[in-house]
């Protein structure tokens, strides 16, 4: 089956300094790919996502490009802020009878410093 | 957000006992899921339900029963808590009825404690 492996945390960083998170998946065929974020006490937010080989999915900031040759979808970040402290999950989907089945990574826990 | 409401919010039970946790939903999404999120696993999907008394089975559903008697609420339950389910149990929905794959939207969470 699907599994999603991404670097251990926790990542703790300077204002306006570089992120990488590292996510790489197994899978058959080429899934959907997605990166939540999960901010303290609330459920899980979509960040960003990609569906084919070479998208590069972007938001506020944040991107990430898939990359079907090293099976990888590496988050990045030019500058974090303090607001971005979070917990960072990478995902890959599978649709079975037309429900979203999600495997997600263990999860990298950022925390940016002042 | 997304109207999700997952009750209770926190609980703590004593092993042996059953446990029902809610998942309401306003939005009348087709899809609804548990997930289980632990250290170190990310999240788990336990159940999900793609219509009214239509359920399947997650990677880690041992232990665990869900029913869908009307489109809005999506219940959990532990038949008889054990202290490897102390965990936060996360409810998903997905999909307006007749519309594409879309976003999974997450529920604020439930936290367990089993003594």
């Known amino acids: 089956g699907n599994s999603v492996t991404q670097m251990e945390g926790p990542v703790t960083l300077s204002e306006e300094a570089f992120l990488t998170i590292n996510c790489t998946y197994t899978a058959t065929g080429y899934p959907s790919l997605f990166w939540y974020v999960q901010y303290p006490g609330e459920g899980l937010q979509l960040l960003l996502k990609a569906t084919k080989a070479d998208d590069k999915g972007s938001n506020k900031g944040f991107e990430a490009t898939y990359r079907k040759e090293t099976t990888s979808f590496h988050l990045e970040k030019g500058s974090v802020q303090v607001s971005d402290s979070a917990v960072y999950f990478c995902a890959s989907r599978q649709i079975i009878q037309g429900a979203q089945k999600l495997v997600f990574g263990q999860g990298t826990r950022l925390t940016i410093n002042p | 957000d997304a109207g999700i409401t997952q009750s209770p919010r926190h609980k703590v039970t004593e092993t042996g006992t059953p446990v029902t946790l809610r998942c309401h939903q306003t939005?009348?999404?087709?899809?609804m899921y548990w997930y289980r999120q632990d250290p170190g696993h990310g999240l788990r999907l336990i159940h999900y339900s793609y219509g009214v008394k239509d359920t399947d089975k997650g990677e880690v559903s041992d232990g665990y029963s869900v029913s869908r008697s009307k489109t809005e609420d999506f219940l959990l339950t532990l038949e008889s808590a054990t202290s490897s389910q102390t965990s936060v149990y996360f409810c998903a929905i997905s999909e307006r009825a007749g519309g594409p794959p879309g976003e999974l939207f997450f529920g604020e969470g439930s936290r367990l404690t089993v003594l």
């Open positions: 939005e009348n999404h087709r899809y």
